[in-house]
Each structure stands twice: as structure tokens, then as C-alpha cells.
């Protein structure tokens, strides 16, 4: 898979762009939607913000809880971006392919990124170089998941291999490995295509190509549950939690997005393995592959926002109109709010365009639904 991704990025020999390029690129309008949304729908027809700067295709993007975006790419960079600017704010040149990015989940001055040349990366971004790296051991040295865990005590990544590797966060040493394969060895040296830390849990959720998803407890690296019905066979999908752990979601190769509870009262079964967990529902969801699926982060203000609008739609024309929600937020005046970063006279591998302190910044609402293919 990664080297068909090689060739085909050698082939179109894309170099980044320059400063001026990105500043027209991100000016430029979204394309319209070919299929409107209806008006039940709970996102607007146009896009929030569109960013392009990026050479080549995205492989992962991270939220901060600032509101900052990390985007990575085949074209061996991975940028950072804030809702309240059209710009990239500073871009962080690598050696290979960068697979996964996540800012830290305690001090989002930091993330960490990790790549096909082997190396998970630590970096600083107002100091806008690495603070730490250390390399994978072994034949296959490919990176291709990566996260934290414990609130940033760990850094754990996924290999190609079918590894988990977990790392001292404060200097990236090796702490221990899990070994992502079945009971009875078969299906080992699956590629990990992605790694979720659970809930309020000491828990981690690995998916791979061997079309299962595990969660393992870190507190004896022992496997708790293994999760099967979907299709991930060398696709780069990842399964993840909703907000209170007690569900997972995930995309599958056929079309499909999958649901399973994290855990079930198992006194209701008779003869269920405890270890495994078979029940699921499959929604056909799209005409390709669907490689994301992420649930809401608060599903009520979604179904409270559609409600609103359709009362309000279905209320008589001479009666007073109330704002719903979602028009309250389109109306709604941006507002002041930017992070801006030290900068240096000469930056470490990666080059800054410092956020201005008057730039108008929306907040979002908090409500998201995505599935991408």
C-alpha cells in the first residue's frame, strides 16, 4: 500500500508551494456541494473553513482544544492551522510520509507525529523544533498509527508489522509492546491503522487489517475484548470511542459504517465468550470505502438544534420568527480570540506565520457528525 502511495507521489513530482500560492490557494471558494442538504440536515450546505497548502493527500488531521488544526500529508509535512485564520501557521518539514499526528492532550503546545521513516517525533511548536525523538526497533520499521495514553504519560505508536509500542512521553523511552495478533497467532504482522485511548479508562482501542478491533487494558497489557463484523483489510481505518466510552464506531471497506457497545451485560447470555464481541449494527453509509467515522461529541444539542428548526419552520408565517440554534450561529459576531506563538529568527525544520492578535475568531459549535471516504 505505502508504495503505491510512493510512486504515485514520485510520479506527479509535487513540491511545495510558495507563500503567496497558499495565501491565494486558501482565499479561494469551497466548491459547491453536488447533493444539497436538506433542511433538516444539521450542518450548513458550505463548508465552516477550507484550508489548502498541503502538495499531496492528507493521511491524518488532530484538534486541539484551542481550536488549532494539525494536518499531515504524503508531501512529508504536517502543518498547523487555527479556524481563525485562512493561512498555514507554521509548517514541519519530515523525511517521509507522516501517518499520524495528535497534539498532546494536557498542553497542546506539543504533538507528536509519527512517520514511515521510522521515527515518532515530539515537537515543540513555539520553539518550533523536535524536543525528543527516538526510533523503532526491528526489520519493519514502518509507523502508521500514533497516540498518547494516560493523559499523556505514554506515547504509544502502531507499526507495520502489527506492533504496539509504548514510549516514556518526557523523553521517548522505550517502556514495553503488545504484540496485536490472535490467540492463536494467526493473523500476526497486521498493520495497525489506528490506536484510541478509552474514556475516563485505562484501556486503549487497536484497530488493524486483520478486520478486528482490540481493546486491551494497560494496566496488565492484557486483552479485554476483541470486536468483529466490519472489513479493514489494508485500509488505513481507525475505530474510536463516543464521548462516554460505552460505544465504538468505526468505517469498513464495504461501504459501511459499524456500531458495537463497548461492553454488555453478559448475564443476559447464556454461552458468550466475555472476550469477544460478535453483536453489532452495520449502516450502509456511502459508495466507497469509508476509511472515518467519528461520533458527536454531544448528540443532544444535534437532535435539539434539527427539532428547534423544524418547529420553527412548521410555525405559522404571521407568528413572531425565533432563531433556531443553528441561525443564531450563522448570525452570531466573530470574536477576538487567537494563540500567538514565540517566534524564532531562525526556525528548526519548519517554517511560522505568526497569528495576528486582531484576528476575528468564530467559535464552532460543538456538535460534529463525520464519515469520509
Known amino acids: 500500500m505505502f508504495q503505491d502511495m510512493r510512486t504515485k507521489y514520485n510520479a506527479e513530482q509535487k513540491s511545495s508551494p510558495t507563500p503567496s500560492q497558499e495565501s491565494l490557494a486558501s482565499l479561494a471558494p469551497p466548491p459547491s456541494p453536488e447533493h444539497p442538504l436538506g433542511p433538516a440536515a444539521p450542518f450548513c450546505p458550505k463548508p465552516f473553513c477550507v484550508y489548502a497548502g498541503h502538495t499531496s493527500d492528507l493521511l491524518d488531521i488532530s484538534w486541539s482544544k484551542n481550536y488549532f488544526v494539525?494536518?499531515?500529508?504524503?508531501?512529508?509535512?504536517?502543518?498547523?492551522?487555527?479556524?481563525?485564520?485562512?493561512?498555514?501557521?507554521?509548517?514541519?518539514q519530515h523525511i517521509d510520509f507522516v501517518t499520524a499526528i495528535v497534539f498532546h492532550p494536557r498542553d497542546d503546545r506539543?504533538?507528536?507525529?509519527?512517520?514511515?521513516?521510522?521515527?515518532?517525533?515530539?515537537?515543540?511548536?513555539?520553539?518550533?523544533?523536535?524536543?525528543?525523538?527516538?526510533?523503532?526497533?526491528?526489520?519493519?520499521?514502518?509507523?502508521?498509527?500514533?497516540?498518547?495514553?494516560?493523559?499523556?504519560?505514554?506515547?504509544?505508536?502502531?507499526?507495520?508489522?502489527?506492533?504496539?509500542?509504548?514510549?516514556?512521553?518526557?523523553?521517548l523511552k522505550y517502556h514495553t509492546q503488545i504484540d496485536v495478533r490472535s490467540t492463536r497467532g494467526k493473523n500476526c504482522g497486521r498493520k495497525i491503522s489506528g490506536i484510541e485511548p478509552m474514556p475516563n479508562d485505562d484501556k486503549i482501542l487497536?484497530?488493524?487489517?486483520?478486520?478486528?478491533?482490540?481493546?486491551?487494558?494497560?494496566?496488565?497489557?492484557?486483552?479485554?475484548?476483541?470486536?468483529?463484523g466490519y472489513v479493514n483489510v489494508s485500509s488505513q481505518i481507525k475505530a474510536s470511542f463516543s464521548h462516554d466510552g460505552k460505544y465504538i464506531v468505526s468505517g469498513s471497506e464495504n461501504q459501511c459504517i459499524y456500531v458495537w457497545k463497548t461492553c454488555?451485560?453478559?448475564?443476559?447470555f447464556s454461552s458468550v465468550?466475555?472476550?469477544?464481541?460478535?453483536?453489532?449494527?452495520g449502516i450502509k453509509a456511502h459508495n466507497a470505502v469509508v476509511t472515518c467515522a467519528v461520533f458527536?461529541?454531544?448528540?443532544?444539542?444535534?437532535?435539539?438544534?434539527?427539532?428547534?428548526?423544524?418547529?420553527a419552520e412548521a410555525a405559522p408565517d404571521?407568528?413572531?420568527e425565533v432563531p433556531t440554534r443553528a441561525a443564531a450561529w450563522c448570525r452570531r459576531p466573530r470574536q477576538a480570540r487567537c494563540w500567538s506563538a514565540r517566534t524564532s529568527t531562525e526556525p528548526s525544520r519548519?517554517?511560522?506565520?505568526?497569528?495576528?492578535?486582531n484576528t476575528a475568531h468564530c467559535r464552532p459549535p460543538r456538535s460534529h457528525v463525520f464519515t469520509f471516504h
Open 70 to 92: 494539525l494536518s499531515s500529508s504524503m508531501d512529508k509535512t504536517v502543518r498547523l492551522w487555527h479556524i481563525s485564520r485562512g493561512e498555514c501557521l507554521c509548517c514541519f
Open 110 to 171: 506539543y504533538f507528536l507525529s509519527g512517520s514511515l521513516d521510522g521515527k515518532l517525533r515530539l515537537w515543540n511548536i513555539p520553539d518550533k523544533k523536535v524536543a525528543v525523538w527516538n526510533e523503532v526497533d526491528g526489520k519493519t520499521k514502518l509507523i502508521t498509527a500514533a497516540n498518547f495514553c494516560q493523559n499523556g504519560k505514554f506515547a504509544v505508536v502502531g507499526t507495520y508489522d502489527g506492533r504496539c509500542i509504548f514510549y516514556t512521553t518526557h523523553q
Open 206 to 228: 487497536v484497530t488493524s487489517n486483520d478486520s478486528r478491533i482490540r481493546l486491551y487494558d494497560l494496566r496488565d497489557l492484557n486483552l479485554s475484548c476483541k470486536y468483529k
Open 264 to 268: 454488555h451485560d453478559y448475564s443476559k
Open 273 to 281: 465468550r466475555r472476550d469477544r464481541n460478535d453483536f453489532w449494527e
Open 296 to 311: 458527536a461529541p454531544n448528540p443532544d444539542h444535534i437532535i435539539r438544534m434539527v427539532s428547534e428548526r423544524e418547529e
Open 318 to 320: 404571521d407568528k413572531l
Open 350 to 357: 519548519s517554517s511560522c506565520t505568526k497569528p495576528s492578535p
